[in-house]
């Protein structure tokens, strides 16, 4: 079956880096995109952007395009999010997903904690 | 960017009713819009895609609807398992945009 199954929580400081992983299995990694959504605590979904796994080439919505990197590694069907200079505001869970047709795969979220 | 206008943001309703939710689209987005229930803890589950489709296992009460630039979920008799979150989704040009969810919670 389709799994997508993330690295565990988190915490960190503010100004230090971090990398998450989403494991992909179940289906061929290279037919779909790799989204990646924001969740602070209490707070609504928020699109950060997507990875073409075929490419490699990310796009990242406004809020999302400094500090946050989108990366893969295909030969463990494996896709990234890095995350730099971490802020306060950075606390949040973060899923992986691949939404297409009718059909939707989420990560179980990483809960990603930012304090001094 | 696409904004998705979500309404309500909090809808209080009893056990039985039939509840409604809008998303309206600030530009064309086609039958480009997906609905996620989301309960605490969990993941979104996809209700509703392509608009007025039903997602796979989801329950019949559930349906989506479009008029224009609005599309609706309706749930035609509510039941205590329906209570989370719920979320639009365009998915009609980069990057997707989520509405900015309805807590239905119980009267």
């Known amino acids: ?116 | 960017d696409i904004q998705m206008t979500q309404s309500p943001s909090s809808l209080p309703a009893s056990l039985g009713d039939r509840v409604t939710i809008t998303c309206r689209a600030s530009q064309d987005i086609g039958n480009y819009l997906r609905w996620f229930q989301q309960k605490p803890g969990k993941s979104p589950r996809l209700m509703i895609y392509g608009a007025t489709n039903l997602a796979a296992g989801v329950p019949s009460r559930f349906s989506g609807s479009r008029s224009g630039s609005d599309y609706s979920l309706t749930i035609s008799s509510l039941e205590s398992e329906d209570m989370a979150d719920y979320y639009c989704l365009q998915s009609k040009e980069s990057p997707f945009t989520f509405g900015s969810g309805t807590k239905l919670e119980i009267k």
């Not at chain 1, 893969?72 to 869970?93: F, G, P, R, V």
């Open chain 1, 1 to 116: 079956q389709i799994q997508l199954v993330q690295s565990g929580p988190e915490l960190k400081k503010p100004g230090e880096s971090l990398k998450i992983s989403c494991k992909a299995s179940g289906y061929t990694f290279t037919d779909y995109a790799m989204q990646w959504v924001k969740q602070a605590p209490g707070k609504g979904l928020q699109y950060m952007g997507w990875i073409n796994t075929q490419t490699g080439k990310p796009t990242y919505a406004d809020d999302f395009k400094e500090r946050f990197v989108f990366s893969l590694e295909t030969s463990a069907s494996t896709a990234y999010l890095q995350i730099n200079n971490l802020k306060n505001e950075d606390t949040a869970t973060y899923f992986c997903a691949r939404v297409y047709g009718y059909n939707s795969y989420w990560g179980q979220g990483v809960m990603v904690t930012v304090s001094s």
